[in-house]
């Protein structure tokens, strides 16, 4: 099929506005959120139901052209732009929220509804949904489910595989699979949303998730608690797992992002002398608990010999402002260049080891590059971000990542492996990890049409 039968086939199926081939159009699907990643689409198409999408992929199989598949373009690994010629599918449209009979608990979220949209609907029925990240204006579910999305809550709620009932996907040939609504209880086989957790859009394109919610918590208590050292910031971060029953979130930064936060968002030095880390810790609970958190955080706090200096807010906004310190961070650093992004996991006894010997190495190579750790401090998962080597320098990356999987970690702890980490997925999965993907990715897409160039490096 020539390019201008494919496109004529598009526009018949989803509208001839929906159909864009105007380089200004396309601009903004063209490129990732840091800047790194870009390619040319042949076209960005952009269907507004199941069966509008099943036609854009039979219609590309047909033609045997490339999809990627898009969100809210969130990806940090490059997995949601284009290469070079391929057609997007952006999910956008794809924008409707249900409720489901019998039970405000639950809702069913089209591919494109943003995360906020989840969160705004949940909270009207008196109800939350499990995961939140900063990103929540932009990321959509169909994206998060197709990462396995973590964020702030994993601690508490597990990541997005965890708040998913059932899937609805359509494959490379425009079959459409999965169950929405799904049943609670349905193990009948292979489970759809366990496949494409993690699949980055190899596998199917996600077009509506039935989802959990969890219980409201609408008193918060956030703590900001000042310690000398990662391993210091991780003796706390233990006591308070074992004696805080209401914890959310217990994420870790250090003075130097600290202080790049506090430059770009002109906030306040927080404690009167700074220190080297700093625990953000939140809880949450029903009606009438704050003056239990804040009283079981202070008596943590107040034991550890570790704590330094601490801060406790249990209103809206002082919660918002302690937590800024640790949320602003990607976007502090997005606005002084294009950073490497690293977001590995560690062993728990090899964290503070692991930031040691990161800043180390990277400094001994690239004395001029500017190392930024911070992250998940209660799942073991530190980012860190690099400034400084070009885009396509790919020494540092290899370094970290080298460097993580040499003490166990994991070379992607959240943000999956997109094209990013492709070269690095042997550290982290063995050959036959890779070569049984491989075989489901051939099962499901033969041709291989869906997100080339995605989690497995292009055959040579
Ligand atoms: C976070 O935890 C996100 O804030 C983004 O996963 C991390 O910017 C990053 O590297
Ligand atoms: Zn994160």
Wanted: with cysteine.
């Amino acid at each position: 099929m020539s390019v201008d039968r494919l496109l004529d086939a598009l526009r018949a199926g989803v509208g001839h506005a929906n159909v864009l081939v105007d380089p200004d159009t396309r601009a903004p699907y063209e490129v990732d959120w840091t800047g790194r990643y870009r390619g040319t689409a042949l076209a960005v198409v952009r269907p507004a139901s199941t069966a509008e999408a099943a036609t854009v992929l039979r219609a590309c199989a047909a033609a045997g052209v490339a999809v990627v598949p898009q969100g809210g373009n969130t990806s940090l690994v490059g997995g949601s732009v284009p290469r070079g010629g391929e057609i997007v599918l952006s999910t956008r449209r794809l924008a409707t929220i249900a409720p489901v009979e019998h039970t405000d608990a639950e809702l069913i979220a089209g591919a494109g509804v943003t995360l906020e949209q989840v969160h705004d609907r949940a909270r009207s029925l008196g109800w939350d949904m499990g995961v939140d990240l900063a990103s929540r204006q932009s990321a959509t579910i169909g994206g998060m489910v197709a990462t396995n999305a973590g964020g702030q809550h994993v601690l508490r709620y597990g990541p997005m595989q965890h708040q998913v009932i059932g899937v609805e996907a359509v494959l490379a040939d425009g079959a459409v699979v999965g169950r929405v609504p799904a049943l609670h209880k349905d193990n009948t086989g292979y489970h759809w949303d366990a496949i494409l957790s993690g699949s980055e859009g190899t596998l199917a394109v996600v077009t509506r998730v039935h989802l959990a919610l969890v219980p409201a918590l609408p008193e918060r208590v956030v703590a900001l608690c000042g310690v000398d050292d990662l391993d210091a910031a991780l003796r706390v971060a233990g006591a308070l797992r074992r004696d805080v029953d209401t914890l959310l979130a217990l994420e870790v930064v250090f003075v130097d992002g600290l202080e790049l936060v506090r430059a770009y968002a002109e906030l306040p030095e927080p404690f009167p002398t700074p220190c080297t880390a700093y625990l953000v810790v939140e809880c949450g609970g029903r009606i009438g608990s704050t003056e239990r958190m804040v009283d079981a955080l202070a008596a943590v706090l107040g034991a550890r010999p570790e704590v330094r200096a601490s801060a406790v807010a249990s209103d809206a906004a002082g919660c918002a402002r302690l937590r800024a310190y640790r949320e602003l961070h990607t976007e502090a650093i997005a606005a002084e260049g294009i950073p490497h992004k690293l977001d590995v996991t560690l062993p728990f006894d090899r964290l503070a080891e692991f930031d040691r010997e990161v800043r180390a190495r990277i400094a001994a190579v690239s004395p001029t590059a500017r190392t930024f750790v911070f992250g998940h401090a209660g799942d073991g998962n530190l980012h860190v971000n690099v400034l400084g080597p070009a885009a396509d320098d790919s020494s540092i990356d290899d370094l970290v990542l080298g460097l993580a999987a040499s003490m166990g970690g994991s070379i992607s702890a959240e943000h999956g492996i997109g094209v990013a980490k492709r070269d690095a997925l042997t550290l982290s999965r063995t050959a036959t990890d890779i070569e049984a993907m491989r075989a489901v990715k051939r099962a499901l897409d033969p041709r291989g049409i869906l997100n080339p160039g995605v989690i497995f490096p292009p055959a040579p």
